[in-house]
């Protein structure tokens, strides 16, 4: 059961309104996932992204800020100054909107949680140092230990770049990707949330609401920094070194050239998901975009809307995913989360 054109999506089934506000709304969604900090592929990425999305972005909330204020040069300066001037074990928060904070959300946004970290000019007894604090830390029983940095950004399903071939094709062309220096990343089907709304209860509506959506509907990926920021970089001691993994399979799955190592190298890994047809893969550096069929898909679970390309992906891919992920709380508990995640693993065949 394939899902239509992100234009010709029924968007109001997958939309939540409250009086004037939008607190759900669908999207097209590319994400990134960093280990380190590459300042130039992170300036295009912002730039290339701002230039995208136009004026459909108007609004921003940074750092300490308590509500979304008006873009304006200086914002559009700001990453470009922290990557510039980054202070030491300092994390940094930059998010643009598609309105004001009282109208909720909209499918346009772009945000960049950033955790400067460079490796030039690092001696090997730096690294001797470096790579034993964290296994002692691993072997103490820390198990979150690397945050990373997340890019996200999203589109309405009106927008140019909803067009699969052309959001593939832009994909391609950004310099984190075509370099390889990633950890993981994924494009597909999304909701954006509204996540400062200020009633307990339309936050209680929202989550349930979004929960419900997503269970039904697997396809769509949902956002949290905090769910994951700390989960992508899991220290493997088998080879002493920070294992990037994969959030979930998506349409779009980028896997680092450690994922690829770790599957077993890129001919097996190209082996497994040739097996079936509609998956495609290309290179991105010493990396892999895998393609799950010629479109995003949103699934249907309660109509047999499975999504087999997706569930093909997840089976090979799944040594490298995150094995669990956290909630919203008890409106969208950690069980039903842990559900959406493994949607792909369980139930059915591919």
């Known amino acids: 059961m394939s899902s239509p054109a992100a234009d010709s999506l029924d968007a109001t089934r997958y939309t939540l309104r409250v009086d004037e506000a939008t607190l759900i709304v669908p999207c097209v969604t590319f994400v990134l996932c960093l280990d380190k900090t590459d300042r130039t592929g992170l300036q295009q990425f912002h730039d290339r992204g701002l230039e995208a999305l136009g004026g459909a972005v108007t609004h ?6 308590k509500g979304r204020a008006p873009i304006t040069a200086r914002t559009r300066r700001m990453l470009q100054t922290w990557l510039d001037k980054p202070t030491a074990g300092k994390q940094y928060y930059l998010e643009y909107y598609g309105c004001a904070g009282g109208d909720g959300v909209t499918g346009a946004g772009l945000s960049i949680d950033l955790t ?4 030039a000019g690092k001696t090997p007894e730096f690294w001797k140092q470096w790579m034993a604090s964290w296994k002692k830390l691993y072997q103490d029983g820390v198990r979150h230990l690397l945050p990373c940095t997340l890019l996200r950004l999203t589109f309405p399903l009106d927008h140019p770049l ?53 269970l039904q509907y697997p396809g769509f990926d949902w956002h949290n920094t905090y769910s994951i920021v700390d989960k992508l970089l899991p220290f493997d001691p088998q080879t002493e070194t920070f294992l990037p993994l994969i959030k979930r399979a998506n349409w779009i799955s980028l ?19 040739a097996a079936t047809r509609g998956i495609d893969v290309d290179d991105a550096g010493p990396g892999m975009i895998v393609r799950a069929g010629a479109a995003p898909e949103t699934g249907d679970l309660p109509r047999g809307g499975t999504i087999p390309l997706f569930r093909a992906v997840a089976k090979v891919l799944r040594p490298v995913r995150l094995n669990t ?6 409106s ?10 493994d949607a792909f693993d369980k139930g059915h065949s591919a």
Not at 116 to 119: F, I, Q, S, V, W
Not at 325 to 330: D, E, K, N, Q, V
């Open 116 to 119: 400067p970290r460079t490796y």
């Open 162 to 214: 909803a067009n699969p071939d052309r959001l593939y094709a832009w994909i391609e062309g950004l310099q984190l990707v075509t370099s390889g220096e990633f950890g993981s990343g994924y494009a597909g089907y999304a909701l954006n949330v509204h996540e400062s709304v200020g009633s307990m209860n339309l936050q209680r509506l929202m989550n349930e609401r979004l929960a419900a959506l997503v």
């Open 325 to 330: 992920i956290a909630g919203l709380g008890s």
């Open 60 to 65: 921003y909330r940074a750092e300490q800020m």
């Open 255 to 273: 896997i680092s050239a450690r994922a690829i190592a770790h599957l077993g190298g890129g001919q097996r890994v190209r082996e497994q998901l």
């Open 332 to 341: 969208f508990p950690d069980d039903r989360a842990q559900e959406w995640l």
